[in-house]
């Protein structure tokens, strides 16, 4: 079956660690997209790509990072800088940037200790 | 800053009742969506309306757009248990291709 697959569901971080989350898709998608969710609120966008070796900074990326080299996969990396990382992050995929609907994996849940 | 807002912030019924939520944008749109998020996990689109439509169904759902109030709402006709879920409404504003997400209504549906 298509979809998005993201991994860890959970990941417990160290203060001064980074972390990187991953997110594959099989739908053969051009765009590719991450996002922050914080307890009760919308999300709000991290990074996005719209084809493979690019990709544009969202609206808080600040404190992370992210690679295209594969068309499938688009990892998120959770840096030292990034002074709230505690949250919930959401990989979406879509046809192309232009068509907007969103297919999103099942989320990453990541907790500073 | 937020292209989206719903209202209301959180909605509780019993079964069998519909259930209405609002979406306010502030910036022109091409296409406004639905989404439904279940606690703890990913997204799942429900409806795309277009720019030039006024109203579409899905099933038990329909989505009406007024482009000239920059409003759009969400009515689950008939609602189940399974319906409990967080909703966000979403846009993508001309000048740029990615979604902005409002902050969602929290819909409780009680048997």
């Known amino acids: 079956d298509g979809g998005i697959t993201q991994s860890p569901k959970y990941l417990f971080r160290k203060e001064g660690q980074n972390v990187t989350l991953s997110c594959e898709q099989n739908?053969?998608?051009?765009?590719m997209y991450w996002y922050r969710q914080d307890p009760g609120q919308g999300l709000r966008l991290i990074y996005y790509?719209?084809?493979?070796?690019?990709?544009q900074k969202g609206d808080i990326a600040e404190g992370y990072s992210v690679s295209r080299e594969k068309k499938e996969s688009f990892p998120l990396t959770v840096t030292s800088a990034q002074k709230n990382p505690t949250a919930f992050y959401l990989c979406?995929?879509?046809?192309?940037?232009?068509?907007?609907?969103?297919?999103f994996g099942e989320g990453s849940r990541l907790t500073v200790l | 800053s937020q292209q989206g807002e719903e209202d209301p912030q959180a909605l509780s019924i019993q079964e069998g009742e519909n259930a209405t939520m609002n979406c306010s944008y502030k910036?022109?749109?091409?296409?406004l969506q639905w989404y439904r998020q279940n606690s703890g996990r990913g997204l799942v689109h429900l409806i795309l309306?277009?720019?030039?439509?006024r109203e579409k169904h899905s099933g038990r759902l329909r989505v009406t757009l007024d482009t000239s109030k920059k409003s759009s709402s969400l009515l689950i006709t008939a609602s189940r248990a399974a319906d409990t879920a967080s909703y966000f409404c979403?846009?993508?504003?001309?000048?740029?291709?990615?979604?902005?997400f409002g902050t969602g209504t929290r819909l409780l549906v009680s048997p």
């Open positions: 979406a995929s879509s046809i192309s940037p232009q068509t907007g609907e969103l297919f």
């Open positions: 739908l053969n998608h051009d765009a």
């Open positions: 790509s719209q084809i493979v070796n690019d990709f």
């Open positions: 910036t022109s749109i091409n296409n």
């Open positions: 309306i277009r720019s030039n439509e």
């Open positions: 979403a846009t993508p504003p001309r000048s740029f291709q990615k979604l902005v």
